[in-house]
């Protein structure tokens, strides 16, 4: 098993994601939570990640104290490793529950930040399309009416004979 936790690797997402220490993250998530709530939400994730990983450093101690090298479980020790065991692997799935939310989170911001970088390209493209759907008035012709040349007017000088 690697060194690197679920907590570990959340805060390494975040950090990359809004591009500060996850220390002055947290004050902004808590002082200005209407500015950045996907912010928020992000932080709000990674504590109940912080939970989920001290069960897990705590499941994993007890395991490794209950199945110690040299050491013979007694009968009633049987019941406490299977019991740590299961509780192990619950906390472990709640951590990567919770580090697929936090990217998920950082996904939807990735995917707002760039909706937002075009909003005038974004208005010219549903303007055509408008344009294109709009409903003609009576008499309006069904095509658009054909370009105008360019040139010299020619004058009317009536019938030849």
Do not use: C
């Amino acid at each position: 098993m690697s060194d690197t936790t679920a907590l570990n690797q959340a805060d390494a997402m975040i950090e990359k994601a809004w591009g500060r220490p996850i220390g002055a993250l947290e004050t902004l998530a808590v002082r200005r939570p209407v500015e950045d709530p996907l912010l928020r939400s992000a932080m709000h994730i990674r504590s109940s990640l912080v939970v989920s990983n001290n069960a897990v450093a705590v499941h994993q101690d007890r395991l490794h104290a209950l199945t110690r090298s040299g050491h013979v479980p007694a009968f009633y020790d049987l019941d406490r490793i299977t019991s740590s065991a299961v509780a192990l692997r619950v906390a472990q799935a709640e951590s990567r529950t919770a580090l697929q939310a936090i990217s998920h989170v950082i996904e939807a911001r990735e995917a707002s930040v760039t909706a937002d970088r075009a909003p005038a390209l974004r208005l010219a493209q549903a303007a055509v399309a408008r344009s294109a759907h709009a409903p003609r008035a009576p008499g309006q012709p069904d095509q658009p009416a054909p370009s105008a040349t360019v040139g010299p007017t020619v004058a009317a000088t009536g019938p030849r004979r």
